[in-house]
């Protein structure tokens, strides 16, 4: 039965964390074990104030519109989830549900249902695991969002693994996001592109430059992984094509009838073209014939040394 928030009963004691609350790792306070939570309340919509530490920071204006048309047919399924407001007295601020909170608004209703957890919960990680649980995340926020959970909790990838269901390597994985340019990351959010998770990973292994390039025309024309691979590891190969082989004692002495023949067939040119040279080319293979004379010498001295 839904009661009014005014009228509850005394409140229950609610569990400080997701990890006190349940048997095992990465299950779900929504939708596992809710004995801690208390009765159903209705709220007035205009008494319940949005998160601001929302790991969502964007809500497609279609969905909401479907998601509250649904509501005005068969009304509100799911209770939203509050904490008594830090500073506004009988207001509340939303921990989970924003999305049905919109969508209420959008339908016209004038209140919510919703289950009201105690001030001393921790609101910000339950709002990030209801978040992560859910499969309309875009990619770069669902890695801003495991980032959070390390940073304000000190866990390490295994233990947000645990906690949302995920291997060490999934989560290590989506944390790569966060190495795409500010501006892919922002695009990503903000327009909710149907570009794949696996394109943006090869993407956010690419210097920032490549990276811009490749997202424009994944943008314009579409890019699949395949595409984006060869285009990172295309850079790694031109770099190793255009790098000077090591040189060793066998090389270099290989590559002294080419350079005979090549100084033979400059000379010859050179005269049967009667080219007149100038003081300061005089002067630059007089630089380049002492050289050589030095080189004979060492090269004599090796010899004898032999």
């Known amino acids: 039965m839904v009661k009014n928030w005014r009228k509850a009963g005394a409140q229950q004691p609610v569990v400080k964390s997701i990890g006190e609350s349940l048997e095992r790792p990465g299950a779900d306070l929504l939708f596992g074990d809710t004995d801690g939570l208390r009765d159903t309340v209705m709220l007035r919509l205009s008494d319940v104030a949005p998160n601001p530490h929302q790991p969502r920071r964007h809500f497609d204006e279609t969905e909401l519109q479907g998601l509250a048309s649904s509501m005005r047919e ?91 269901g995920r291997s060490r390597t999934e989560v290590n994985t989506t944390l790569t996001l966060l190495k ?9 959010v903000t327009s909710h592109s149907d570009i794949p998770k696996a394109v943006l990973l090869e993407l956010a292994r690419m210097e920032f430059p490549q990276q ?37 004692p066998r090389r270099f002495i290989a590559g002294l009838g080419k350079l005979e023949q090549g100084l033979e067939q400059g000379v010859q040119v050179l005269q049967s073209d009667g080219t007149k040279l ?23 001295e090796l010899g004898n040394e032999n």
């Not at 939303?94 to 919109?102: D, F």
């Not at 943008?219 to 082989?245: H, I, N, W, Y």
């Not at 100038?278 to 004599?300: C, I, N, T």
């Open 74 to 164: 068969v009304g509100q399924l799911s209770p939203v989830l509050v904490t008594p407001h830090p500073t506004e007295p009988k207001h509340f601020m939303l921990v989970a549900g924003e999305r049905r909170w919109r969508a209420a608004t959008m339908a016209g209703m004038s209140r919510i249902m919703a289950h009201i957890l105690p001030m001393e919960t921790n609101t910000e990680q339950i709002a990030l695991i209801e978040n992560l649980q859910r499969v309309d995340l875009s990619p770069v926020e669902e890695a801003e969002g495991i980032r959070r959970l390390i940073e304000a909790h000190e866990y390490n990838q295994e233990e947000v693994g645990d906690l949302l």
């Open 180 to 188: 795409l340019h500010p501006d892919v990351q922002n695009d990503c």
């Open 212 to 248: 811009l390039t490749l997202w424009e025309k994944a943008c314009r024309d579409g890019l699949t992984v395949r595409e984006a691979r060869e285009a990172r590891l295309q850079p790694e190969k031109t770099k190793q094509a255009s790098s000077p082989k090591a040189m060793t």
């Open 278 to 300: 100038s003081k300061a080319d005089r002067q630059r293979l007089e630089a380049f014939r002492s050289k050589l004379l030095e080189y004979a010498a060492l090269l004599e």
